[in-house]
């Protein structure tokens, strides 16, 4: 048991002790610099206002 112990202590102080551990790689981030670059995500956005806005609406109904 205590062997386990000690593997277990070793192996999470040497994963996480890198420095890049908590730098942050967006893969789906949407900005305003890069989402109105072209049409497609135009659309996108005005899409997810319109479902945003008649979430809204629907929701008041109820």
Do not use: H, Q, W
């Not at 102080?13 to 789906?28: R, V």
């Not at 479902?51 to 109820?62: D, H, K």
């Amino acid at each position: 048991m205590k062997k386990l112990s000690l593997i277990l202590i070793l192996t999470t102080f040497f994963t996480s002790c890198k420095k890049d551990f908590l730098d942050e790689k967006p893969t789906a981030f949407l900005s305003s610099t890069n989402a109105y670059t072209n049409y497609a995500g135009l659309n996108a956005t005005v899409t997810n206002i319109y479902g945003l806005i008649r979430s809204e609406f629907i929701a008041a109904m109820r």
